[in-house]
């Protein structure tokens, strides 16, 4: 069974640093992207991130609004896939999800919140 | 960016009405397009993939057709389960955009 679960929500104050994980099992890790999609409180979904697979040389890919702070990077040995989120914002706050593939996502963690306030 | 715009926001809706919502994208994304369902706590579920492919395990009263820059999403008999919001997605070009949503209400 394909899983994801996504770990590391926090309350953080603005400024400050936070790393999300995602732990997948249930698949062959480095054969798959792994997105992070978050959705702020009562809003949309947002796509933040991709991290490609390793076949695909495991480069990343960002949206405008997180690019220069936040950071993808996978660990293909443990199934694990990372956020690295730096100079966190009050917009920052969020659902962040992991989501497994490149177009299409049939698999997507549980969601983990960031809530980032002073 | 590419923009993806849905249509209605929040709609409205009887057991067994037939419900359309629209999307529409800001240039040519061929049929990169894919529709989510999600219910409140939960994650985003993919229904709809390649603009009109039904993902396995999703009744067939959803429905999705279009290319290029306008896309449709049609439950043809809304049951209370479809409570939801609706989103679609666009994966043709880097950054991957959603629409805003679609709440639809019964």
């Known amino acids: 069974e394909v899983q994801l679960v996504e770990s590391g929500g926090d309350l953080v104050q603005p400024g400050r640093s936070l790393r999300l994980s995602c732990t997948t099992s249930?698949?062959?890790?480095?054969?798959?992207?792994i997105n992070w999609v978050r959705q702020a409180p009562g809003k949309g979904l947002e796509w933040v991130g991709l991290?490609?697979?390793?076949?695909?040389?495991?480069?990343?890919e960002y949206a405008t609004s997180v690019e220069g702070r936040f950071i993808i990077s996978r660990d293909d040995s443990a199934g694990i896939a990372s956020l690295q989120m730096n100079g966190l914002k009050a917009e920052d706050t969020a659902v962040y999800y992991c989501?497994?593939?490149?177009?299409?996502?049939?698999?997507w963690g549980q969601g983990t919140l960031v809530t980032v306030s002073s | 960016d590419i923009q993806m715009t849905q249509s209605p926001s929040s709609l409205s809706a009887s057991v067994g009405d037939r419900v359309t919502i629209t999307c529409q994208a800001t240039?040519?994304?061929?049929?990169?397009l894919n529709w989510y369902q999600q219910k409140p706590g939960k994650a985003p579920k993919l229904l709809i993939y390649?603009?009109?492919n039904l993902e396995t395990g999703v009744p067939s009263r959803f429905n999705g057709s279009g290319s290029g820059t306008d896309f449709t999403f049609t439950i043809s008999s809304l049951q209370p389960e479809d409570i939801a919001t609706y989103y679609c997605?666009?994966?043709?070009?880097?950054?991957?955009?959603f629409g805003q949503g679609t709440k639809l209400e019964i």
């Open positions: 997605q666009q994966f043709d070009n880097l950054p991957y955009t």
């Open positions: 991290i490609r697979s390793t076949p695909y040389r495991g480069t990343t």
């Open positions: 390649d603009g009109s």
């Open positions: 240039r040519d994304i061929s049929n990169y």
């Open positions: 249930g698949f062959t890790f480095s054969d798959y992207a």
């Open positions: 989501a497994r593939g490149y177009g299409a996502y049939k698999y």
